[in-house]
């Protein structure tokens, strides 16, 4: 069962950009890194997966290295409504899934 | 709007009544999950359902009873519940193609549920 660690509370002011970094030292082979977005009373929401180097999209940027035993969420130009809190998770298919505490991100005018 | 809907939004139901709740997903998934959150704390994977076949229970006490009649519906049967057991219940649906493959979760709104 890999195990995932990250900060419990991160800080930011709006237009910086945010880098969350998760340790996952046991993960598997053919697991995939997955990053979940969660605001109060709402169920997580997918933001981004990727299994080695570098992933983007329209919302984050996702850096793997070689050992694949930690990644970094990055989050460019955050603004308020970025304030949530961040899970990360490695597995498939649920079976080895666990969601940890997250980082709360805080994002300050 | 994630393709997953959960009802109902709200419940308030005592501990010796009978309730459900009710999760469908309109995305094609083949996998579906009950999720429990309570307040400040992590979520918790209660029950995992592959091609309709219960493959995780997390000793989830037998209080909670789930039930999938099919890939796009999933119940969460409820009996004499504890007031410990209030918290949101969030259903979520993936595509299962076989441990270790990716894994992109589509979560529904939940439902807020309070025993008292």
């Known amino acids: 069962l890999a195990k995932t660690t990250q900060p419990i509370s991160m800080d930011s002011y709006e237009g910086q950009e945010v880098n969350i970094t998760c340790s996952h030292n046991?993960?598997?082979?053919?697991?995939?890194i997955t990053w979940y977005q969660q605001f109060p009373s709402q169920g997580p929401r997918f933001i981004i997966q990727?299994?080695?180097t570098k992933v983007t999209n329209e919302v984050a940027s996702l850096f793997i290295p070689a050992d694949r035993k930690s990644s970094t969420l990055s989050l460019p130009r955050v603004s308020l409504s970025d304030t949530a809190v961040y899970y990360c998770?490695?597995?498939?298919?649920?079976?080895?899934?666990?969601f940890g505490p997250g980082t709360r991100l805080s994002v300050l005018p | 709007e994630t393709g997953v809907t959960q009802t109902p939004r709200h419940l308030v139901m005592g501990m010796t009544n009978k309730k459900s709740l009710k999760c469908e997903q309109h995305?094609?998934?083949?996998?579906m999950y009950w999720y429990k959150q309570s307040a400040k704390k992590p979520l918790e994977l209660m029950f995992v359902y592959n091609f309709k076949e219960q493959t995780e229970n997390n000793s989830v006490p037998s209080r909670f009873s789930p039930e999938c009649p099919n890939s796009s519906h999933l119940f969460l049967h409820l009996h004499t519940l504890q007031p410990e057991d209030s918290a949101l219940y969030l259903c979520?649906?993936?595509?299962?193609?076989?441990?270790?493959?990716?894994?992109?979760?589509?979560f529904g709104p939940g439902t807020r549920l309070t025993v008292t």
């Open positions: 995305l094609g998934h083949n996998a």
């Open positions: 979520a649906s993936s595509q299962a193609e076989g441990q270790g493959t990716k894994n992109e979760q589509y």
């Open positions: 046991n993960i598997a082979t053919n697991d995939y």
């Open positions: 990727g299994y080695k």
């Open positions: 998770l490695v597995g498939g298919n649920g079976q080895n899934f666990v």
